[in-house]
Structures are given as C-alpha cells and as structure tokens.
C-alpha cells in the first residue's frame, strides 16, 4: 500500500473535485459497414416486456408507483427498473451514498464521473465524488476500502481488469454494499475450454460487444477508403491498430478488427504494412499513444496513407498527432470507440484525422449502471436477477449465476454531424451537457434500448 499521506492527499483532492463541479466466442461480422439504426441509433426497438413479474421489496407510498419503469399491472419489471422513470419519486426511499473510482484519470473516466454525478441526485442518491488512483492498483483498493468504512455503500468500479477479484474480496464483507463496473465486464480470471477471454463474469455488465466494436471500427474506415482513396493498392496503405494486451475487453476488439480486415478483403501483412502498436506498458493515455505510435508512422515513410483503429479516444488521437505532424491528415483517417475525446476537439474546432467515433452518449452509458447500483440498494433486485432478458445463454458465469451483459446502442459521429445525437442525449436525460441549439428534437430520434441479440439465446 501507498504512504498513508498520498492517500489522504487524493481523497481530499476527489471530493474537491466532486464538490467543485456540482464474449465470449464472437461469430463472424458482416463485412459491410452498418447504418446507424444496426448498430443502436435511429429506429429501435422498444425494452422487452419481459423482466420477472415477481414480487420485490421496496414499494412505494400509497397512491404511488410502487416500482420505475413498472409492468402495466403495476408489478416490478426487473429489465428497465434501472432505467430513470421520472414519474416514480424516489424520494419516498433511502438516501444512498455513491462513489465512482476508476485507476486512470483521463478524460474519458471524468467524462463518466460527470454521468454519475448527474445521475446520482435524480435517483435520490448522494454522489461523493470521484477518485482515480493513477494507475495504482494498490491504491485503488486502499480507496475502496477507505471510502467503505467512511459509510459509502455504492460503487461504481473501474480497475485494471484483473484487480477485480480483489475487489470482490473486500466487498463480500459488507452485505449492504453493492457495485457495478463500467468501462469493462467483470471477470475472475480463469482460463480454460469453453471460458470466455478473461474468465467467468462475477457480476452484471452493461456496455458492448468488443469484438463487434472492433469489427465495425474497421468497417468504417473502409467505407472512407472506398470514397477517398479507392484506387490506392492495400500494399500502399499503412494499417495500425492498438492494443492493450493485459486487457481482454480490448484484446476481444483488436481480434476483431483483424477479422474485419480480414473480411473485407485486405491485404495485410504483420510488421509489413500492418502494425498492432501495444500500450500496455505505458497505459491508456495520449503520452503512452504518443509513444508508442510515433516510431511505427516516422519509421514507415513509404507509407502516405494511415488507417488506424484507435482503440480508445486517446490512443486515436495520439496517431492523428503525429500523422499530422508527417503532413498525412488528407490521406489518413482515424476512428476509435469512445468518442468524448474526439468531441471535445471538435467542439474546439480541431479537425484532423480523427473523423469517426463509434459512440454511446455518456448519459445513456451511465444510467442503468447508476439505476442497477440503486436497484440493488433497495432491494428490488440483485445481480443475479437484473435484467433477465440479458443473461447469455453460455457466459453468465460460474457456479449458478446468471449474471446478465446489457447491451448499449452506438451511433456513428462525423466531424460534421455529431451534434444532433449529444443533444438528443440531453433531451433524454434531462441534463444540459451540451449547447447546441439543434432545431427539431424528438424523444423519438433515438432510443436508449436495442433488441437482445440472437446470440444470447441457446441455439
């Protein structure tokens, strides 16, 4: 463990922060790039009516809904009772405390502070701020701990992935506390036949399918071959995509990205023209892309043209940094899955070659993981009951459980028409993160839900 004077430094510094600003087995891809309504956006499909009409405690006041999101007889309805319903009041219940901690402190994982902050008021829980550990797995447990025995009893979790049995050590003391991650599913870390990358779920997991975020973060950067350098040979054209290889979520998209590539036909060769640049050494941060990725394109010059999966928002825009800098912009493009990166220099008028980002609308991302954790603190469900309709049929982990993976939507955004998405997010959420005085809104322009994939149910 860290100086115990490190450590107090950082909470004090969390909660002013927090004070101040208010798969398994992947089955082929189809090798064309989707619309949006594919993928999440646009015409979806409505939450199932499933979810358990089964009796919970936790009811509300006479004359009252007795559950968010309820079934139409009034019963608890266990896949959208995460879900803000802003008919139920939630002040009828207990008043939880909440904290988001995460290893790294990039903009990204601030970015998701800022969700939980907005999320945590309306479900009537107090959010008491935010607190990274600065790539300290160590610390990251000390904070958890701490902020246990200061009364905090929800958490909101974002370690290295394999500190995560860890984490299960520490909480399975304390009966009244619950949890949920967010950037990665978690898993304990047991390799064999038939387990998923990573190991055994060891609780919900809300987010996407990585191998499909992979493959689709390829498929677009085909699309803007095909309209922008459709005559220029594979063996001309230079492919990177980054890794981070003690991180199974992400090693599941680079493996997907290679098939995609594969798919479409491409004529890649390892170290030749396509190149897996691994941060894991240097962490998922623009320093650590920058120096990673910077003797790959400065090396190769015989390489005028870039296609990069940029993995996360600050590895993407690590190689638009230096493929600027080699005078590439024109002839290059970047994508990545995330996104708030790539919007904030938007917003500031930068545009270069980071042109897509694959992208769920933070506020969407944050809601049912807040909701769960509330859930869970109420007593209306545990994480084996949530969202029935999402437990995967052949990964839903060990010994009994059936911890579900609900899937988010994603939506394509372009340098030149990402705004109507970020503010329809405020619309549905409530919220005023962004200001960009779009014309025409309607609740009806995107949906929060998706349809559960065939490849859930048993074949």
């Keep these: 463990m860290k100086k115990v004077t490190a450590l107090i430094l950082a909470l004090v510094m969390a909660f002013a922060f927090a004070a101040c600003n208010g798969s398994a087995e992947p089955s082929n891809p189809a090798p064309e790039s989707p619309t949006p309504s594919d993928t999440g956006g646009g015409e979806s499909a409505p939450p199932p009516d499933a979810g358990g009409e089964t009796e919970a405690p936790g009811g509300g006041a006479s004359g009252s809904k007795s559950y968010p999101n309820a079934n139409a007889d009034g019963s608890i309805n266990l896949d959208t009772v995460a879900h803000y319903d802003p008919e139920y009041d939630y002040t009828q219940n207990p008043k939880y405390k909440v904290a988001y901690l995460a290893t790294e402190n990039s903009f990204l994982y601030q970015m998701s502070a800022n969700g939980f902050e907005h999320w945590a008021p309306l479900f009537n829980m107090e959010f008491v701020g935010f607190l990274a550990a600065n790539g300290d797995s160590d610390m990251?447990?000390?904070?958890?701990?701490?902020?246990?025995?200061?009364?905090?009893?929800?958490?909101?979790?974002?370690?290295?992935?394999?500190?995560?049995?860890?984490?299960?050590?520490?909480?399975?003391?304390?009966?009244?506390?619950?949890?949920?991650?967010q950037m990665a599913p978690p898993r304990d870390g047991a390799t064999g036949d038939g387990l998923p990358i990573g190991g055994n779920l060891i609780n919900p997991y809300v987010g996407f399918d990585n191998f499909d975020a992979g493959a689709q973060q390829v498929y677009k950067l085909d699309e803007w071959r095909k309209a922008n350098i459709p005559d220029l040979p594979w063996s001309e054209i230079g492919f990177i995509t980054f890794n981070f290889s003690t991180s199974p979520p992400l090693v599941e998209r680079v493996i997907g990205a290679k098939r995609a590539w594969e798919n479409v036909g491409a004529e890649i060769v390892d170290g030749v023209n396509y190149f897996e640049v691994d941060t894991a050494s240097s962490g998922l941060t623009l320093q650590g892309g920058l120096d990673n990725v910077a003797p790959v394109i400065s090396t190769h010059t015989e390489f005028k043209n870039w296609l990069v999966v940029g993995l996360i928002d600050d590895l993407g825009q690590a190689a638009a940094t230096i493929i600027e800098q080699q005078n590439l912009t024109d002839g290059s493009c970047v994508v990545t899955f995330g996104g708030s990166g790539f919007i904030a220099q938007w917003d500031g008028g930068q545009f270069d070659a980071c042109r897509y980002a694959l992208y769920t609308a933070n506020n969407l991302y944050s809601e049912p993981i807040a909701g769960a954790v509330y859930a869970y603190l109420n007593g209306w469900a545990t994480p084996d009951t949530i969202w029935p309709s999402w437990v995967k049929w052949?990964?839903?982990?060990?010994?009994?459980?059936?911890?579900?993976?609900?899937?988010?939507?994603?939506?394509?955004?372009?340098?030149?028409?990402?705004?109507?998405?970020?503010?329809?997010?405020?619309?549905?959420?409530?919220?005023?993160?962004?200001?960009?005085?779009?014309?025409?809104?309607?609740?009806?322009?995107?949906?929060?839900?998706?349809?559960?994939?065939?490849?859930?149910?048993?074949?």
């Design 140 to 181: 990251f447990l000390t904070n958890l701990q701490n902020l246990i025995d200061q009364g905090v009893t929800g958490f909101i979790l974002d370690p290295d992935t394999t500190v995560f049995p860890a984490c299960v050590d520490i909480i399975s003391n304390y009966p009244d506390v619950k949890w949920m991650s």
């Design 394 to 459: 052949d990964d839903h982990g060990a010994e009994g459980h059936t911890y579900p993976q609900l899937r988010l939507p994603t939506v394509w955004l372009e340098q030149d028409d990402y705004k109507h998405y970020l503010e329809w997010s405020d619309l549905y959420a409530s919220a005023n993160e962004y200001n960009y005085d779009v014309p025409g809104l309607t609740l009806d322009d995107y949906s929060p839900f998706i349809p559960v994939p065939d490849d859930f149910k048993q074949p």
